[in-house]
């Protein structure tokens, strides 16, 4: 398709898009009386209007039920988690029993590391990506160092290029070679949070699982953002959180798939509490522990069913429109902002170097050469909500749920009166 930078051409592909009429499922906060542009779909997501029915009939329910809600609820609230386990094992491409919704992120990430990341004297270390989101590296040296390791040893980090801005499939293959047997785990974020690269996930699991080592993603940019296929990719772990591209609110729930191979095996160990036993027997109080025969048995506690409605509510959105829809609009409004910006980079002399490659998901990350805080602020004191990382990158996602073509036009124009 040949773009052009025209509020004509900008209304004319929101005409024939299919999605355009979700963009009205969803509150804007306002900027000077108008909608803003929303970016940060990637940092949280939009709120959709049908969340709050969702949250009102828990509220309801307790009103009016108190303790009996947890059986008589128009949604029974003992077994609520499992209305999100079908429709998010397909925002990540694994069967039902595979996933499961609880705690939040970096929690579940160090209870699946609890499971899944078994050092042993000569098999320990774990590769990640170097610059991790810190959240990830807080994890992986405390895990380490809960084993009595050493993290400047038992971490090794994938560097990129020098004066490159991406990692190479290639250099990541062959560093896991490299580490080869005494590589114990690869955990990397799926969808880096920087520079949006998405990583060859599949490729990457191919070649950690024939060197014998167990392979987890994090997966906060990654779900409802690209497309996922974690049981095929013999993926042996994965979490996500669901605030981001699924749209469930402020630090709210995180989702967790385990592969089918793992859900029958006793020799695993995993932090247990009452949730993940039986729930045919799990009233009896009994004090042996029974593990659920799916991703259920790594539940600690009963779940916090007024974060989970609003996850069901974006959840049942996605079940409407599908990933492949959602992805289709994502790559063209994705290349469609990077058009606008290679067009006002000519019209105004500015470089705008866009530091995602071409494999991406929604986001661009762009470096403003010689641009420094001020356009940041110029942009959100105008209604263009970015957000800023340093030394001088904004990070763009338009959310194919929300986002317009004619927003990426407006976007240009007030990025172009921005450039000093
Ligand atoms: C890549 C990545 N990992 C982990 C986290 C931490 O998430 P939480 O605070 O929900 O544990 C985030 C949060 O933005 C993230 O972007």
Same mark, same amino acid.
């Given at each position: 398709?040949?773009?052009?930078?025209?509020?004509?051409?900008?209304?004319?592909?929101?005409?024939?898009?299919?999605?355009?009429?979700?963009?009205?499922?969803?509150?804007?906060?306002?900027?000077?009386?108008?909608?803003?542009?929303?970016?940060?779909?990637?940092?949280?997501?939009?709120?959709?209007?049908?969340?709050?029915?969702?949250?009102?009939?828990?509220?309801?329910?307790?009103?009016?039920?108190?303790?009996?809600?947890?059986?008589?609820?128009?949604?029974?609230?003992?077994?609520?988690?499992?209305?999100?386990?079908?429709?998010?094992?397909?925002?990540?491409?694994?069967?039902?029993?595979?996933?499961?919704?609880?705690?939040?992120?970096?929690?579940?990430?160090?209870?699946?590391? /609890?499971?899944?990341?078994?050092?042993?004297?000569?098999?320990?270390?774990?590769?990640?990506?170097?610059?991790?989101?810190?959240?990830?590296?807080?994890?992986?040296?405390?895990?380490?160092?809960?084993?009595?390791?050493?993290?400047?040893?038992?971490?090794?980090?994938?560097?990129?290029?020098?004066?490159?801005?991406?990692?190479?499939?290639?250099?990541?293959?062959?560093?896991?070679?490299?580490?080869?047997?005494?590589?114990?785990?690869?955990?990397?974020?799926?969808?880096?949070?920087?520079?949006?690269?998405?990583?060859?996930?599949?490729?990457?699991?191919?070649?950690?699982?024939?060197?014998?080592?167990?392979?987890?993603?994090?997966?906060?940019?990654?779900?409802?953002? /690209?497309?996922?296929?974690?049981?095929?990719?013999? /993926?042996?772990?994965?979490?996500?959180?669901?605030?981001?591209?699924?749209?469930?609110?402020?630090?709210?729930?995180?989702?967790?798939?385990?592969?089918?191979?793992?859900?029958?095996?006793?020799?695993?160990?995993?932090?247990?509490?009452?949730?993940?036993?039986?729930?045919?027997?799990?009233?009896?109080?009994?004090?042996?522990?029974?593990?659920?025969?799916?991703?259920?048995?790594?539940?600690?506690?009963?779940?916090?069913?007024?974060?989970?409605?609003?996850?069901?509510?974006?959840?049942?959105?996605?079940?409407?429109?599908?990933?492949?829809?959602?992805?289709?609009?994502?790559?063209?409004?994705?290349?469609?902002?990077?058009?606008?910006?290679?067009?006002?980079?000519?019209?105004?002399?500015?470089?705008?170097?866009?530091?995602?490659?071409?494999?991406?998901?929604?986001?661009?990350?762009?470096?403003?050469?010689?641009?420094?805080?001020?356009?940041?602020?110029?942009?959100?004191?105008?209604?263009?909500?970015?957000?800023?990382?340093?030394?001088?990158?904004?990070?763009?996602?338009?959310?194919?749920?929300?986002?317009?073509?004619?927003?990426?036009?407006?976007?240009?124009?007030?990025?172009?009166?921005?450039?000093?």
């Amino acid at each position: 398709m040949i773009f052009q930078n025209s509020l004509e051409f900008a209304q004319q592909l929101d005409a024939v898009d299919p999605l355009a009429k979700y963009r009205n499922e969803f509150y804007f906060p306002k900027v000077n009386g108008k909608e803003v542009i929303y970016f940060t779909g990637n940092s949280l997501g939009l709120q959709p209007k049908r969340t709050q029915s969702y949250i009102d009939e828990i509220m309801s329910d307790w009103k009016e039920l108190a303790v009996e809600g947890h059986f008589h609820a128009k949604k029974s609230w003992w077994d609520y988690h499992e209305l999100l386990a079908a429709p998010m094992a397909k925002v990540v491409g694994a069967k039902t029993q595979e996933v499961t919704v609880m705690n939040t992120l970096t929690v579940n990430l160090h209870l699946l590391m /609890v499971s899944f990341y078994r050092p042993t004297p000569k098999r320990f270390k774990i590769i990640c990506e170097e610059k991790a989101f810190p959240s990830d590296q807080y994890l992986m040296n405390s895990q380490v160092k809960f084993h009595g390791l050493d993290p400047d040893n038992a971490i090794v980090t994938l560097k990129k290029r020098v004066g490159e801005h991406f990692w190479r499939t290639e250099d990541v293959l062959e560093k896991i070679k490299e580490v080869g047997e005494e590589l114990a785990l690869v955990l990397i974020g799926g969808v880096n949070y920087y520079n949006g690269q998405v990583f060859q996930m599949q490729q990457i699991t191919k070649v950690a699982k024939e060197q014998g080592a167990m392979v987890g993603w994090d997966l906060a940019h990654g779900a409802g953002n /690209v497309a996922l296929n974690l049981h095929e990719w013999g /993926v042996d772990f994965a979490a996500w959180c669901s605030y981001k591209y699924m749209n469930s609110g402020p630090g709210n729930a995180s989702g967790v798939f385990i592969h089918e191979q793992y859900l029958d095996r006793k020799d695993i160990p995993r932090l247990e509490g009452w949730w993940g036993t039986k729930k045919e027997t799990r009233f009896l109080m009994e004090p042996e522990f029974q593990p659920m025969e799916n991703a259920d048995a790594w539940q600690i506690s009963n779940p916090p069913v007024l974060s989970l409605a609003p996850y069901l509510a974006s959840l049942e959105m996605f079940e409407e429109v599908g990933m492949d829809a959602l992805i289709k609009k994502r790559d063209t409004i994705v290349r469609y902002l990077e058009f606008i910006l290679q067009e006002i980079g000519k019209e105004t002399n500015a470089t705008f170097q866009i530091i995602t490659p071409k494999e991406r998901g929604c986001q661009l990350s762009v470096l403003l050469h010689g641009q420094g805080k001020e356009l940041f602020k110029y942009l959100m004191d105008n209604g263009v909500i970015v957000d800023w990382r340093e030394p001088n990158v904004i990070r763009l996602a338009p959310a194919p749920f929300y986002c317009s073509y004619v927003d990426m036009f407006h976007f240009g124009q007030i990025l172009k009166s921005g450039i000093k």
